[in-house]
């Protein structure tokens, strides 16, 4: 059966759409994440939908849900790479994906997801301890 | 108005949806619409085209390239053989669905184009066009 890989990145979960999905895809798509984060324990999900060329309704639906549903497993979801016209688009259509947290690229929907992780967990561990060090060999 | 082209198709499956968006989105660059224009009637067609399928238990799609004295536009008309709609204003009201989706379908494929027509009636079916002007 066709499916869209799921990557997983630390505690992250990482999406790139690049066909135009037909629905039982995306709903494939959609039962796909949600077992996966329960699974993996993940903490984020990103979605790259930068490749979409049309967001309708449906597709819109879906990225509400994935994010609701995230949100609910206590995984924080945002969708990366929205072309203009699409976002032109989808407010037209009435579609404004509330409730979903959406970046401009990958580097800033990443940076909002380690954000939301905080100093907690598994960053809290090594790497603000090796910031310290690398400014204080500066400071000297 | 005449029409320059036309072509059908079969809007039956989930498929058929994806290649609906997939023919328009080429009508609508070899017309050569802007992106932005381009998105919305393809965006549109995906909505409406869905309705076919799910609510009319399919039917068909007719594209055509049509121009007036001074314009090209791209019209598509889908007609299912479907129950039909009982009261197409309230259909067009944003967030009403007989269905399990949004309620935007409708109503949100009129805003996307320039001219937008349904014509139904309870047990008669039900065709829509949608036309966008470049």
Known sequence: MERIPILRMGPFLLVTIQV?????????????LTAKIASTGAKGV????????????????MLANISAMASVLDAKTVVVGMQPAVAITL???GLSLPGVRTALNVERG???????LGGTEKRGVNEPARQDAERGDIAQ | MA???????????????????????RWAEELRFGL????????????IARNTVVYGGGGELRLEAINDDV????????EDKGPGIADVDLALRDGFTTGAGLGLGLGGAKRLCNEFN?????????????????
Do not use: C
């Open chain 1, 91 to 93: 407010v037209e259509l």
């Open chain 2, 3 to 25: 029409t320059l082209r036309s072509e059908t198709l079969p809007v039956r499956s989930e498929r058929d949806i994806v290649y609906v968006r997939q023919t328009v989105r």
């Open chain 1, 46 to 61: 990103l979605i790259d939908i930068s490749s979409l060329e049309v967001v309708d309704s449906f597709i819109g639906r």
């Open chain 1, 110 to 116: 990443m940076d909002q997801l380690h954000r939301a």
């Open chain 2, 118 to 134: 349904v014509d139904s009636r309870p047990g008669n079916g039900t065709r829509v066009m949608l036309l966008r002007w470049k």
């Open chain 1, 20 to 32: 135009d999905m037909h629905d039982r895809l995306a709903l494939t798509l959609q039962d796909d």
């Open chain 2, 71 to 78: 314009r090209k536009g791209l019209r598509l008309t889908f």
């Open chain 2, 36 to 47: 932005v224009d381009q998105t919305k009637i393809v965006t549109a067609a995906s909505e």
